[in-house]
């Protein structure tokens, strides 16, 4: 984990800023968005992995039980402060 992602969630959305720059006849545009066509929701059985939107969450988003164990601590923190 990078030093910046070790500190509060907090800290680290301070240090966050924006960095316009001028749009110019020879800028680059980024491609436009392409959706998505292929199939849609779960695979059959995904949903008996879990209880609750959390879990589904880390199962099948890719959330790592330490990042959400950061996130409900951050938010708990965020509550009593």
């Known amino acids: 984990m990078s030093a910046r992602a070790r500190g509060s969630f907090g800290e680290y959305l301070k240090g966050l800023e924006w960095k316009f720059?001028?749009?110019t006849d020879s800028t680059r545009m980024r491609?436009?968005?392409?959706?998505?066509?292929?199939?849609?929701?779960?695979k059959p059985g995904i949903a008996k992995r879990f209880d609750d939107p959390l879990e589904?969450?880390?199962e099948c988003g890719g959330l790592t039980a330490q990042f959400m164990s950061r996130l409900a601590a951050n938010s708990n923190d965020y509550y009593y402060h």
């Open 21 to 23: 720059e001028p749009i």
């Open 31 to 42: 491609e436009p968005y392409r959706k998505y066509s292929g199939h849609h929701g779960l």
């Open 56 to 58: 589904c969450l880390a």
